[in-house]
């Protein structure tokens, strides 16, 4: 190619739970159109070696924090303003686009449609046209199907769990992009897909811990050999209920063999170490983990523990009470316990409670209120809670929570309102609520496996199998539509191994025939 590859930016991505009741919006997404979209990057700031390298247009990018699926009116409105957004830049450039980099999630589901990124990249290449090379990135807990593989180019996800790699993922997507478009003159590589069928949590799968560990590591040791672009592990999804959700690897390059020789050393290495997974922390029941909380010394606070089963950053509608409720049902955490003493400060992250946002505005700081907060949306394991305490703290302007309120109820127990769900991850999440988790007794919050800088906070912590969406139990959920036999909700096989060879993926271009798997 003797010019500047021109290059569209698309994507919508949001992490979707099917076993929620709650619903995700057009809103949610915060879409970023033009410039705006191409803002989201850093390694495409002016004068970086991508943006050198060729002229990006940013089409539309939609991120919805994770949650319940996507109405199908939202889903609706927000292809068709992506499809009309590649029009517009399709019109805009007389020699048309040469690549498209896909910027999904690949858990995002949508009222009554399967496999929604497929669907989407099937209404994307109805418009830019078969010629053009697309690049995906995901997060490594996304799901890959068949044809989703068949309509990309290039597909790339996160190999770090937490996802400390997320924009080297993407920059890595762009770079491959770019690579074929200009050292490669627009040549496609060969796919190797092999579906792994294994289904687990993510709090079972971190990268921190084996066996994904060592597993990750092997990543760019294939990836590093010769007729190898890329290679990448799918954990997949375990809140959804589609045939899709399952493991995955995915390789490309230019060598056939070399690129099915590697997808399979990965897909065998994953299940070979299938029964090694375990959670990343000691687990228990809430009640389990509170004991210890409570009897734990000083040198192992602040005590952490993930109330789990309503992870907003997994998929979980963030409205649950039971976990509330429990702990405020302990004699610990009484007004005047005398089994409590050593307990003088437990945070409690969080309720959404617009009205009860609203009443603790209206009172102000320093004010006692009674308030009811939670259940609005998913009232299944506990109804909506009712608090009294002193409004400590007041906080407006935060992109998820808009609103944010702490409330201190019987004199320890600091418990964070909010106006709409939000996670709570950083160190500063609570400290702008002048709330101090490091000099805190016990800190609760709606997570899963501990992010950076709470890993980072914590003495020591446990992760509570409480209930909720994203309950960490897979089979009291009910899945009825993934694909059987699916370790570990089955470990016989029929006294068969799975296939673990390498399928072989027709180019873009080309047609896919044969039954799905």
């Not at 060598?255 to 590697?262: F, I, M």
Request: hydrophobic residues 40%; glycine residues 8%.
């Amino acid at each position: 190619m003797t010019r500047r590859p021109v290059i569209a930016i698309a994507g919508l991505a949001c992490e979707t739970s099917t076993f929620t009741p709650s619903r995700t919006d057009k809103a949610a997404f915060h879409p970023r159109y033009g410039p705006d979209a191409i803002a989201l990057y850093r390694f495409l700031d002016k004068n970086t070696p991508l943006d050198q390298a060729a002229d990006w247009h940013g089409a539309l990018i939609g991120r919805a924090l994770p949650g319940g699926m996507i109405t199908r009116e939202a889903y609706e409105t927000l292809a068709r303003e992506l499809v009309e957004q590649l029009k517009a830049i399709l019109a805009s450039t007389p020699g048309g686009i040469d690549g498209l980099w896909f910027d999904i999630h690949g858990a995002m589901v949508v009222e009554d449609l399967d496999d929604s990124e497929a669907d989407l990249l099937r209404r994307v290449r109805a418009v830019i046209g078969p010629s053009v090379i697309v690049s995906a990135s995901m997060d490594l807990h996304g799901n890959v199907s068949r044809d989703l593989v068949h309509m990309l180019d290039l597909i790339t996800c996160y190999r770090m769990a937490p996802h400390e790699d997320e924009l080297d993922t993407k920059e890595r997507a762009c770079a491959n992009l770019v690579k074929c478009l200009t050292e490669e003159n627009g040549c496609r590589p060969v796919k190797a897909w092999v579906p792994v069928p294994i289904l687990l949590p993510g709090e079972q799968t971190s990268t921190r811990d084996e066996p994904a560990k060592h597993i990750y590591a092997a990543v760019p040791t294939v990836e590093s050999l010769p007729g190898i672009l890329d290679a990448a592990i799918w954990v997949g999804y375990a809140w959804a209920d589609e045939p899709r959700n399952r493991a995955a690897v995915v390789v490309t390059g230019w060598d056939a063999e070399a690129v099915a020789a590697g997808a399979e050393r990965l897909a065998r290495l994953f299940w070979a170490a299938r029964a090694d997974f375990h959670f990343v922390a000691p687990t228990g029941t809430l009640d389990e983990c509170l004991d210890v909380a409570v009897a734990a010394s000083s040198e192992s606070k602040p005590y952490f523990i993930s109330d789990s089963g309503d992870n907003p950053t997994a998929g979980g509608s963030g409205d649950v009470t039971w976990g509330l409720t429990q702990l405020l049902k302990r004699p610990e955490f009484q007004e005047a316990s005398s089994t409590g003493d050593s307990i003088t400060t437990v945070i409690y992250a969080s309720i959404p409670g617009p009205e009860a946002v609203k009443v603790s505005l209206e009172a102000g700081i320093g004010s006692v209120v009674t308030v009811t907060a939670g259940a609005a949306v998913d009232s299944l394991h506990a109804g909506p809670i009712t608090l009294t305490g002193v409004v400590h703290a007041i906080k407006h302007g935060d992109k998820y929570a808009r609103t944010e309120v702490v409330l201190k109820v019987r004199g320890k127990v600091y418990v964070i309102l909010t106006e709409l769900r939000k996670p709570y991850h950083k160190e500063n999440d609570f400290t702008e609520l002048n709330l101090k988790p490091r000099e805190a007794d016990i800190v609760l919050v709606k997570i899963g496996y501990l992010e950076p800088q709470l890993y980072d906070m914590a003495a020591d912590w446990m992760l509570a199998q409480t209930p909720g969406g994203v309950d960490q139990d897979l089979k009291r959920l009910g899945h009825h539509r993934i694909r059987r036999p699916m370790f570990p909700f089955d470990t016989d096989f029929d006294g068969q191994p799975p296939d673990l060879s390498a399928r072989m993926i027709p180019m873009s271009v080309e047609a896919l025939f044969g039954p799905d798997e």
